[in-house]
């Protein structure tokens, strides 16, 4: 890869240290088990915040995404988001393990989350700036393949030197859960220090450039035609509806995977860590790898034969009754999870006019999040009526395979 590609694809090891740290593992875990009041309602809080912050990045990203384009102003407002993600997930540190700590700790992970979120609009768009249509596969997957890595990698900073040590480092004290919120100072050193190479990478265009009112005002008029040209865009309008899908079924698979271990195979805390681990390892690997075939197959093909084998595979998951078979086919589907991510992100590079990158960009953040809290529902009302956690979880199929039904009738143009 070149320079720049590897500026690029190095801000990936540095993001995904706050969904793995703050959104998957411990924060989470912290809040609802050291903050909230009993676990029913941390859980009930934290499930509220993350909806208000999905809603805040289903307005905001193609908005700002397409204020971007006007105004050449990708690195800047990665810059920003990159900033605010850092500094609220630093903030994190004055939450301290009592329920009157809770709203300080949502607000704080809500904002970061938003900034996260937004942050991968412009961070995506850059793309195209870095690879040649022919490559865009192969720059992408192994990018993704190292955002896994990158979480791993913090993680596991955080646990042997954070976490697990009893007395703990640095003088830090237990009982104030300080060995616990010191990850979250953690993450954000991580972000700002590993995330900077592309913002000198990958400059804004030179001036002179619109001022900001301007770029507003073409922004909104950008995605406004954006939004009427869709109808006349079957491939495009069709991908996004098909990724709709399968993006409520992957997110609704990452949040409640955990919990249905825990539940149909009894694992305890430090066997989910472990199973967490090794699933992202696999996910990490499956995205490398097929990042260096993708570009031959092509995205969307790349995309449906992941989505092809996720069904294959979690059928398998929701109806075995063997601990062993579980683990081995859950490591197999961690192979697939990464690909169908980092191939729908190079098929939205191929798609989005040049212009309109980041607008576009912003529609695909919006697809993700739209409807989701669709998936949790069925899910909830699944399990709920049939008092059956593999009912539940079968639901996930639904969603990835009506995804993938979809996305098999879009036909690519080529370029």
């Known amino acids: 890869m070149s320079r720049k590609a590897w500026a690029w694809a190095l801000y990936d090891w540095a993001n995904s240290a706050f969904p793995t740290v703050v959104s998957t593992f411990v ?204 109808p006349h865009n079957p491939v495009m309008g069709r991908f996004l509806l098909a990724r709709l899908f399968y993006t409520d079924g992957l997110n609704t698979l990452f949040a409640f995977g955990a919990i249905y271990a825990a539940g149909s195979f009894g694992m305890g805390f430090e066997e989910i860590l472990m199973f967490g681990i090794a699933l992202n390892v696999t996910a990490g690997l499956g995205a490398a790898g097929f990042g260096l075939i993708e570009d031959r197959l092509g995205a969307r093909e790349t995309v449906l034969v992941s989505l092809g084998a996720l069904l294959l595979l979690g059928s398998g998951v929701v109806l075995t009754d063997d601990k062993t078979v579980f683990w081995g086919l859950a490591m197999a589907l961690g192979l697939f999870l990464g690909p169908a991510q980092s191939a729908s992100r190079s098929l939205m590079a191929h798609l989005a006019p040049p212009e309109e990158v980041s607008a576009h960009f912003g529609l695909f953040a919006l697809s993700g999040r739209i409807t989701g809290f669709l998936g949790p529902a069925v899910l909830a009302l699944v399990t709920t009526a049939t008092a059956s956690q593999r009912a539940g979880m079968a639901t996930v199929l639904g969603f990835i395979a009506l995804g993938a039904v979809i996305l098999a009738t879009v036909k690519i143009p080529k370029r």
Not at 120 to 131: E, G, I
Not at 141 to 167: D, E, S
Not at 203 to 215: A, F, K, L, M, Y
């Open 27 to 230: 924060i989470a875990a912290y809040f609802t088990q050291g903050i909230a009041a009993d676990a029913a309602t941390g859980q009930a809080q934290w499930g509220w915040m993350q909806t208000l912050a999905g809603v805040a990045i289903a307005l905001l990203s193609p908005v700002l995404g397409a204020v971007a384009d006007a105004g050449g102003r990708r690195r800047m407002m990665l810059l920003l988001c990159t900033v605010v993600t850092s500094v609220a997930t630093g903030l994190i540190w004055y939450a301290t393990p009592h329920p009157d700590s809770a709203l300080w700790a949502l607000a704080c992970v809500g904002i970061a989350t938003v900034g996260f979120e937004l942050g991968t609009v412009f961070y995506n768009s850059m793309l195209p700036q870095v690879a040649p249509p022919e490559r865009l596969g192969r720059i992408s997957g192994l990018a993704w393949g190292l955002g896994y890595a990158g979480g791993l990698a913090c993680l596991l900073v955080c646990l042997m030197l954070l976490v697990q040590p009893n007395p703990s480092l640095f003088g830090l004290d237990r009982a104030e859960a300080e060995h616990v919120r010191a990850s979250a100072l953690l993450v954000a050193v991580w972000m700002l220090g590993f995330g900077w190479p592309v913002l000198l990478a990958l400059p804004d265009p030179p001036p002179p450039r619109p001022g900001w009112g301007e770029s507003v005002r073409h922004g909104l008029a950008e995605i406004w035609g954006v939004l009427k040209r869709l």
